[in-house]
């Protein structure tokens, strides 16, 4: 075997037609995004988990999912009869290399990143979406939900006191949290921070929406309410749905805010939701006579 045929041949086994790319194809989501589609496994459609790479609502049952991915033509193209030509010549179109943005995400950590080779009959036409590299930004900050100080899990609550609502800040719990992508000549710089919690005390009340971490209890405070963030319980919890406890969650907003640090000059701004889930221990008081 030629030399130049065994480096192909390390470089990726040629695409079969079934997983190959579609140049031009009808893409679900946004078709700016790229022009190069492929089908994934498991793209039937269906919702998501959080955290995932993949937004609910850009990708449709049936359709190839739409990838950011980098594509270059192999200098020099291989040799005539290797089998990663897949039947063409050479002038016959030409051999492309194609790196997605999630395949170069997971070498992010020291892994190889091989490359998809394969043949097309012209140049393919990729266009990169800042935001979607911003959301891989995103996803390396690897965010959570709110670190609950208050309420305690080990904590008893008495019917009628102000309860003081706050959290512990940290840059992937409350942010600011910065982080970059980049791909085919693009970079994007995203700046993550909460900008409310929502907190869902478990007792069919309204939620109690916070617009910053709240403030911390002191004892000096006594039983007056909490300035920025708090929340009073009417009843007791004794017929909660677990132990004798409400079960309530806060769930976070993250404010993303992003722009192009390399690549034509473009910003924007979306959010992400992260909750925590909690329970608390609820108490009427007893009076002894």
């Known amino acids: ?7 192909w041949g390390l470089l990726a086994a040629p695409v079969a037609a079934d997983d190959g790319p579609v140049i031009g194809g009808d893409c679900a ?3 700016r995004w790229v022009t190069v589609c492929r089908e994934e496994p498991g793209s039937s459609g269906g919702s998501q988990q959080q955290g995932s790479s993949d937004r609910p609502g850009r990708e449709s049952a049936g359709k190839p999912r739409p990838q950011t991915c980098a594509v270059e033509r192999l200098d020099p193209q291989p040799p005539a009869g290797d089998p990663v030509w897949d039947g063409h010549e050479p002038g016959d179109g030409a051999i492309y290399t194609r790196v997605c943005l999630g395949d170069a995400l997971a070498g992010a950590g020291g892994a190889q990143v091989v490359p998809q080779v394969f043949w097309a009959a012209e140049a393919p036409q990729v266009d990169v979406d800042p ?3 911003a959301r891989a930004a995103v996803d390396k900050m690897l965010l959570t939900g709110p670190d609950i100080a208050s309420p305690r899990a080990s904590g008893r609550y008495v019917v009628g006191m102000p309860m003081w609502l706050w959290v512990t800040q940290s840059p992937t719990t409350y942010g600011p949290n910065s982080a970059s992508a ?3 000549g693009v970079t994007v710089t995203a700046t993550a921070k909460v900008s409310s919690i929502s907190w ?6 309204a939620p109690v929406i916070c617009d910053g971490p709240g403030t911390a209890y002191t004892s000096a405070a006594g039983k007056t309410p909490s300035p920025d963030c708090g929340h009073t319980y009417a009843k007791a919890s004794a017929t909660g749905p677990k132990d004798g406890r409400f079960q309530g969650e806060a769930t976070a907003t993250w404010t993303v805010d992003w722009q192009v640090t390399a ?3 473009e910003a924007g701004t979306f959010t992400e939701v992260r909750q925590t889930p909690f329970t608390v221990d ?3 008081v007893q ?3």
Request: glycine share 12%; aromatic share 0%.
């Open 131 to 133: 935001e979607q590299l």
């Open 1 to 7: 075997m030629p030399a130049a045929a065994a480096l």
């Open 263 to 265: 690549g034509p000059g």
């Open 200 to 205: 869902d005390m478990g007792d069919n009340s």
């Open 29 to 31: 989501g946004t078709s």
């Open 182 to 184: 980049s791909l085919a």
């Open 287 to 289: 009076v002894l006579n």
């Open 282 to 284: 609820v108490r009427e």
